[in-house]
């Protein structure tokens, strides 16, 4: 329970340190231990500390369970190391919503946009969060006539933009002169109350 507090509100540090106070005791660890201890080392910026984590997960075997090799995933994607992010993301028997927005940010993170595209267009299943990523990351990119035909499939297809979805297509709207794109989105984000001071038209 601590380590799952420490991954969630910091420092990750202690996670790392409540273990290894876990281990001298003698303490047993399970997946309920391993998969906030790799969520704690992928906010760390030194991988080290991850790498030991994950070579322990594969010494108890725990490494094939969906919960582990999420943690795996986040921890290389954060990382930047995709390659090895893929090879577990591969090896899943089953993957959901949360490892591909994990791949597909990473990818995109790392500057590999088009990586980023196919694997969200692979995609079965959806979440807000994964159209808001690759939107952005278009964006980014200077590619907003595509990042705003994304965002008009993802009305079509029935999401509701939150938040991060204004703060990202409104300056998408203005920057390509679609006032009345622009103006919609404005108005939809108010009537759901997502307007904030700092967004205006």
């Known amino acids: 329970a ?7 509100v910091g420092p990750p540090l202690q996670s790392l340190s409540f273990f290894s106070s876990m281990k001298s005791r003698g303490i047993w660890a399970d997946e309920y231990t391993y998969a906030p201890l ?9 991988l080290r500390f991850g790498k030991c984590v994950h070579g322990e997960v594969i010494r108890t075997g725990l490494h094939r369970l969906g919960s582990i090799r999420i943690g795996v ?7 930047g190391r995709m390659g090895d992010a893929q090879r577990v993301f591969d090896e899943m028997p089953e993957r959901n919503v949360v490892v591909w927005n ?5 990818f995109c993170n790392s500057g ?3 990586r ?6 692979k995609m079965s299943e959806r979440s807000v969060v994964s159209w808001n990523s690759m939107i952005s990351s278009l ?4 590619r907003d006539r595509e990042a705003l035909e994304l965002f008009c499939g993802m009305i079509d297809q029935g999401f509701d933009p939150d938040e991060a979805t204004v703060v990202t297509v ?8 679609v006032l009345d794109t622009g103006k919609w989105i404005h108005s939809t984000a108010e009537s759901k109350g997502l307007v904030k001071d700092f967004i205006t038209v």
């Open 2 to 8: 601590f380590i799952k507090c420490y991954s969630l």
């Open 38 to 46: 790799l969520k704690s080392c992928a906010s760390l910026p030194d």
């Open 73 to 79: 995933v986040e921890l290389y994607a954060s990382s």
């Open 102 to 106: 994990l791949m597909i940010r990473g």
């Open 112 to 114: 590999d946009v088009e």
């Open 116 to 121: 980023g595209l196919g694997l969200f267009r």
């Open 139 to 142: 964006s980014k990119c200077g």
């Open 170 to 177: 409104l300056p998408i709207s203005a920057s390509l002169g």
